[in-house]
């Protein structure tokens, strides 16, 4: 894809103070793109996150269930994106009205009134998955679809880099002398770089309309390696001898995710105790074609790791 000329439009950015989000904001605002920001919190996320200016604006998906109650937040924007995602529920916040119930009234409102619209979803969808977070974000794929808008979903592999809470647990987990991995931990992920996302749905967003399943991206970055591989190839950037791997029967590692889900502790829940049984890895890698260029190493590489299929080899 070509690098995007410099925009006057400007670009709604929902979620734009998370993981993701602040990634795709660094990236537009770097071609001089105008930003909004949409957050739940937006006075205190203004002294948090200055985010070179953007402004910031109150949104709540949990209020914005039909279309008319988006109007006047999608005012005087050209390019939607959506990065919000809840990893447990709370309150109003429910996974069907984040995850489906109010990205479809986006995209509704989207159509109405002719606004690109890029989604953030994730990989694994298909599977016969049972947990309500990927059955949302299932249903909001759907809804996407069925909206008749200029739309696109992006679906990445699991993200690296600094300040994801994912990431950062990942990070802290690998430095660890053991590594304790639920037994049937068989599925492989394509771990890439959260700034080649950024950069990636910044182009994407800003390059010219597509249609048919041209319209549906699924990222990865170079290698597909189990979580413990993933582990092991995060711990080499640190230390140099391996870490001990501790597989714990399938029962408890599923019991061990409900109770984390009970108590919002740690990024593991049920949903992500679902995905590692089945692979997570792009079937068809379009982060190159996004990026123009490979995708960015995460961790050391193990020369008996398999490349993800379709993947540009990094030329230094
Ligand atoms: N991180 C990964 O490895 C990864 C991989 C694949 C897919 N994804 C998906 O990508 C999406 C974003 O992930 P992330 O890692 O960037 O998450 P994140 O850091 O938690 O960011 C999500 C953002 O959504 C906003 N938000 C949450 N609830 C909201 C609500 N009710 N109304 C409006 N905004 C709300 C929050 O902004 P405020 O607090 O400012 O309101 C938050 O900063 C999720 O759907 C996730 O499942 C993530």
């Given at each position: 894809?070509?690098?995007?000329?410099?925009?006057?439009?400007?670009?709604?950015?929902?979620?734009?103070?998370?993981?993701i989000g602040r990634h795709v904001?660094?990236?537009?605002?770097?071609?001089?793109?105008?930003?909004?920001?949409?957050?739940?919190?937006?006075?205190?996320?203004?002294?948090?996150?200055?985010?070179?200016?953007?402004?910031?604006?109150?949104?709540?998906?949990?209020?914005?269930?039909?279309?008319?109650?988006?109007?006047?937040?999608?005012?005087?924007?050209?390019?939607?994106?959506?990065?919000?995602?809840?990893?447990?529920?709370?309150?109003?916040?429910?996974?069907?009205?984040?995850?489906?119930?109010?990205?479809?009234?986006?995209?509704?409102?989207?159509?109405?009134?002719?606004?690109?619209?890029?989604?953030?979803?994730?990989?694994?969808?298909?599977?016969?998955?049972?947990?309500?977070?990927?059955?949302?974000?299932?249903?909001?794929?759907?809804?996407?679809?069925?909206?008749?808008?200029?739309?696109?979903?992006?679906?990445?592999?699991?993200?690296?880099?600094?300040?994801?809470?994912?990431?950062?647990?990942?990070?802290?987990?690998?430095?660890?002398?053991?590594?304790?991995?639920?037994?049937?931990?068989?599925?492989?992920?394509?771990?890439?770089?959260?700034?080649?996302?950024?950069?990636?749905?910044?182009?994407?967003?800003?390059?010219?309309?597509?249609?048919?399943?041209?319209?549906?991206?699924d990222l990865g970055g170079l290698?597909?390696?189990?979580?413990?591989?993933?582990?092991?190839?995060?711990?080499?950037?640190?230390?140099?001898?391996?870490?001990?791997?501790?597989?714990?029967?399938?029962?408890?590692?599923?019991?061990?995710?409900?109770?984390?889900?009970?108590?919002?502790?740690?990024?593991?829940?049920?949903?992500?105790?679902?995905?590692?049984?089945?692979?997570?890895?792009?079937?068809?890698?379009?982060?190159?074609?996004?990026?123009?260029?490979?995708?960015?190493?995460?961790?050391?590489?193990?020369?008996?790791?398999?490349?993800?299929?379709?993947?540009?080899?990094?030329?230094?």
């Amino acid at each position: 894809m070509r690098t995007p000329e410099v925009p006057d439009r400007k670009v709604l950015v929902l979620g734009g103070s998370g993981f993701i989000g602040r990634h795709v904001v660094a990236a537009l605002q770097a071609v001089g793109c105008p930003v909004v920001i949409g957050s739940r919190h937006p006075q205190r996320r203004r002294r948090q996150l200055p985010a070179g200016g953007a402004e910031y604006r109150e949104i709540r998906f949990e209020h914005l269930l039909d279309a008319g109650s988006w109007r006047s937040v999608l005012d005087d924007c050209d390019i939607v994106i959506n990065c919000v995602g809840i990893l447990r529920e709370r309150g109003r916040e429910t996974y069907q009205r984040v995850h489906h119930l109010a990205p479809a009234a986006l995209a509704a409102a989207c159509a109405a009134r002719g606004l690109r619209l890029i989604h953030v979803s994730a990989l694994g969808l298909e599977a016969p998955v049972r947990s309500g977070f990927l059955r949302s974000k299932r249903d909001g794929e759907a809804a996407l679809r069925a909206s008749g808008a200029d739309w696109c979903i992006v679906r990445p592999s699991l993200l690296d880099g600094e300040g994801g809470y994912g990431a950062r647990w990942i990070r802290r987990v690998a430095r660890w002398p053991i590594h304790v991995l639920p037994q049937d931990a068989h599925g492989r992920i394509a771990v890439l770089d959260v700034r080649d996302l950024g950069e990636a749905i910044a182009r994407l967003a800003l390059a010219p309309a597509r249609g048919g399943d041209a319209r549906e991206f699924d990222l990865g970055g170079l290698h597909a390696r189990t979580l413990g591989e993933h582990l092991a190839a995060m711990r080499g950037l640190h230390a140099g001898a391996p870490a001990r791997q501790l597989a714990i029967p399938t029962l408890l590692a599923r019991l061990a995710s409900h109770i984390c889900d009970l108590l919002h502790v740690t990024p593991f829940s049920y949903g992500h105790w679902e995905l590692l049984q089945y692979d997570n890895c792009p079937r068809r890698n379009r982060l190159p074609e996004l990026l123009g260029r490979a995708p960015r190493e995460v961790g050391v590489v193990a020369p008996a790791l398999q490349p993800v299929a379709g993947v540009l080899r990094p030329t230094s």
